[in-house]
């Protein structure tokens, strides 16, 4: 079975850009989470899906930033425009909460530069 | 407000000795459930093992194991007969509600593991 997809996996961009991250979740998983890793900050929550519908996007950073889920399959986190200390490590993950666990399994990450 | 601490930013352990990586954390939910993941350097964060608050029994899956002190609200991550390729940063989080509950992890800052050889 696919893990986590993630695109792309590295991103160089200038400040003032706009920057599109995209997540495919694992089949049947209903629940849709983005993290951003720093190491100032560590793993932080920025905003996760439930069924598609944002339940908490507390931990977005600004309005900057957006995040869309059109649909069970797909997700996208936008930044516009972006600037340099949006630089980070972005990860999407994806649970089912019919799991025995419900635990969350991570996509590969896409490496952000903002220059 | 949820809280997780990892004490440990680094930890030395010998090959084939086991190691415990601790992890504290606070809550005012009767009802969360613990995490640990590996992250080695090449970056994707692995599930390790779960620790539900309700369970009765600490958690084994394979060498890992989850020393689960409830009162004393910690969930150490103990590895036995440590390999090489145990080295990484291991992260401790949590999760407010049930399991039936999708709700986000609060992680800790990591503990960073290299094993000797």
């Known amino acids: 079975d696919a893990g986590v997809i993630q695109s792309p996996r590295h991103e160089v961009t200038e400040m003032g850009q706009e920057v599109t991250l995209r997540c495919k979740p694992i089949?049947?998983?209903?629940?849709l989470f983005w993290y951003r890793q720093t190491m100032m900050r560590g793993l932080e929550l920025l905003i996760y899906?439930?069924?598609?519908?944002?339940?908490?996007d507390s931990g977005m950073p600004e309005d900057r930033f957006s995040a869309k889920m059109p649909n069970a399959s797909f997700s996208t986190l936008k930044i516009q425009p972006s600037e340099p200390r949006d630089s980070a490590v972005y990860f999407c993950?994806?649970?089912?909460?019919?799991?025995?666990?419900?635990?969350?399994?991570f996509g590969p990450g896409t490496r952000l530069t903002v220059l | 407000a949820q809280k997780i601490t990892q004490t440990q930013p680094g930890m030395f352990v010998q090959e084939k000795e086991a190691v415990t990586l601790d992890c504290t954390y606070d809550t005012s939910d009767p009802s969360y459930g613990l995490f640990w993941y590996k992250q080695p350097s090449s970056g994707e964060m692995i599930f390790l093992i779960y620790q539900g608050s309700y369970d009765q029994q600490n958690a084994t899956e394979g060498r890992y194991s989850l020393n689960f002190q409830k009162a004393r609200k910690s969930a150490n991550l103990v590895i036995s007969a440590s390999q090489l390729g145990d080295s990484a940063m291991y992260f401790c989080a949590m999760r407010e509600g049930g399991n039936n509950q999708g709700g986000k992890l609060i992680f800790g800052q990591g503990t960073e593991l290299s094993v000797k050889p």
């Open positions: 899906f439930n069924n598609n519908v944002p339940i908490d």
């Open positions: 993950a994806s649970s089912k909460t019919s799991g025995v666990y419900n635990e969350q399994f």
């Open positions: 089949s049947g998983h209903n629940s």
